[in-house]
């Protein structure tokens, strides 16, 4: 019985061993006719690497390139220092140069460190690593994938050179952080080539193989610290460098390792000359790339709209007036807090004690309120640094990050933002663009396009053009600017105001859109209808019909003061329009994406032009002939208005030494309570649009920060930059359509002889031009206004009770008064609006 169990376990055991010996047979035919057929065909896989898409701009020059965390930097090896080549030999595979391609003993020792659950060092030697990383997927962990990573190692042995394996290994294995390679690692961890690598360095480097998470020195700089010293200590070991030289390395490593630094993506510290600019055009070429290409890997090139010049003088621009504008809203907010504390606290804490009213008592709560602010600004940031230094985790995790994040909150509150974005009129290239006051991993809202934002005045130009366009208000028509209640639908008062609570009685409508006028303009509102006027404006912004509610675009008096929300990138395509003489502007960022090979595979702008010829006639949003008249309109804002103080800025010398003017427009906003400031404007090249305010709504600017006082400048500083050596040319004029007129300012009608200094040369739509004298300045007003002044002199005297007027030293013809008394009342009025006083007497008796 025991000799039959024998006999069938020996039988099995031989049938094991047979198929075995076939397996292993099979399997060692199978790689020998493999490598002789790569030996026929000298085929390996293609060892290509992932190229990053290139963003060019409007000239070709290079912005950034986009390798997301996978960022690749090719070096040759003859380039680096020995120092590298020996930190990584002393760490990863001290025999590389010796084996041919795998080593037993590293194999067997990782077998037994596997089996009995203890470290004994990895079996893989540099030519595995690397093989594996081409041509296996070693994230799975299995024997068939160890297999197929010797062989390829083999393989690879076989076809290479030591020193082409370790330059190919030096420039495609992952260092952590997003980056590929020694080179762009060297640039993300020490901000320099792989040329200029130290001891330290290196050392820093070859750690990161093993878990780069694990000894990131800007996260767990303690334990990148103590691994660090036993790659020098064995480098010393070895001989490759003195222990001198080790410990100058070290300490000087050390000595200025920058513990503030947090581990960002390598995506997010690229070069890149525009890097919001970038952003925006990131997020565009998600929505058209798909599939197996990858716009980090697959190496495009990007030809954009972006001119280097424009958004090198918009980032000045914005950097110098967004620091202006946080010191001068500091230094206001100080001084209220300031006359608040030393005023009215102890006035407060006075009544709290006389009348036992501790709710009254605030010093407690400004006490609690000053130390919270210490904390957030000197003590949390020290904190920060300790938790590091010392590893620190948890008390980083509890108290750093809570501090941080209220930290963010209060700067939202607190620290005044700003944006831009400029665009060619006839194109709708985005020239430039910066979405705010620092772009890093905290801020990437990019808010020229994506904030919808209370536009304020500047959205006054949009419902001006259709009154323009009705023909039921021109350039010089009588508006009364006088405090008025107008009725909301249900019945309810809405009362406006002035910026300055002025009141200027009768201007024209020029004068009312130039000056930013509220009152005015609501009236121009009023006789032009909500439905038409926010009909224009939409169709001027471009938005969507289905999103105008929930942008605040309903019918009613506050939309007049731009009381909704816009984008800025809206707002400048708008303005656009204007400047383009009422055609379609569509604001782009791309014009073309060239593959690898130069072969353009996405031509947006093509796209784009053949949309806009599709539409016909519907292009021409607004008639040219209206354009026209705006833009001559708002050519006064510089001239006279809210934006004089930039005029100058756009006078130039040319090379000749003849000076020469570059004509602009523009309008100007602040939203209530001084929250939001503005400036949009264009020139026969350009527009821009600028925007500053806080990212969270409530807290105002202060009363020195407007739309004229910082967005203004901001605005006149970039429009003046991007013109300089450009040639002047005027707005394009309809060939028929629009005349031009001087009338008189005062009454908007043709002026007599006694109008010459209310002079005014404006532009209208044919037929809608003055055709009636001036009524104020004529003689027969004049002789009114002598009469009225008389009459006043008599009534202050009180010789209108004992005498007639004796009119005879006047030398007045009196025939005109037999009409009636509407020239009297007109004489009248001008005098009270001169003198700035009432009269007050009988018209009957006048016309005595």
Known sequence: MDNGKIKKSTVILISILFLSSILIGAATGWMISETVNIKNSEFLTSLDTALPTKLLDINGELITEFASDEKREIISLNKLPQHMLDALLTREDRIFYSHKGFSFKALIRAVVGKLTGRSLGGGSTLTQQIAGTIYCDRSEMSIMRKIKELWWAIQMERRYSKNEILELYLNKIYFGGGTYGVNAASKYYFGHSATEITPAEASILVIQLSNPAFYNPFEHPNRAMERQKDVLASMVKAGYITQEESDESFDDFWGNFDYTRTSSSAYLIRDDKAPWFSEYVRRELGNMIYGSQNIYTSGFTVNTTLNLSHQKAAQDSMDKYIARANKLYQEEHSTRSNMAYNTYIPMTELFALLFNLPALKVSAQRSESISKATYLSDINPIVDVFSLMCGLDNLKVSLVNRANTQTKKE????????????????????????????????????????????????????????????????????????????????????????????????????????????????????????????????????????????????????????????????LARAYAVLANGGKAVTPMAIRTVEDKNGNIILNPEREIREAQQAKGSSAQIIPAETAFVMTKLLEQTVGTGTLWRQKWKFTYTNDKGVKYNMPIAGKTGTTQNWADAWTSGYSPYYTSTFWFGFDRPGQSLGLQITGATLAGFAWGDYMREIHTNLIAKDFPKPLEGVIEATVCSVSGQLPTANCQSHLTTQWYLEGTQPTSVCTVHSSNTSSFISIARLRNEMYKSGQHLTEKPDYSPLKLNLDFLKPGYENTVKAIESVEEEEEKEINFDYNYLME
């Not at 700003?418 to 620092?438: D, P, R």
């Not at 904030?451 to 053009?465: D, E, I, V």
């Open 411 to 570: 700067n939202e509150k607190t620290t005044i933002e700003g944006t831009m974005i400029s665009l060619e009129n006839e194109t709708g290239y985005i020239t430039a663009l910066v979405g705010g006051s620092k772009f890093d991993s905290e801020n990437q809202f990019i808010r020229a396009t994506q904030a919808k934002l209370q536009p304020g005045s500047t959205f006054k130009p949009l419902y001006y053009t259709e009154a323009i366009n009705s023909r039921k208000f021109t350039p010089t028509t009588i508006i009364s600017d006088t405090p008025v209640v107008f009725h909301t639908a249900d019945g309810k008062p809405y009362i406006p105001q002035n910026f300055k609570g002025e009141w200027l009685g009768n201007v024209t409508l020029y004068f009312a859109l130039t000056t930013s006028m509220n009152v005015p303009s609501l009236k121009v509102l009023d006789g032009i209808g909500f439905e038409a006027a926010i009909n224009r404006a939409v169709s001027l912004l471009g938005i969507p019909r289905e999103e105008l509610s929930q942008r605040g675009f309903v019918p009613g008096y506050p939309i007049g003061l731009g009381v909704c929300s816009v984008r800025p990138i809206e």
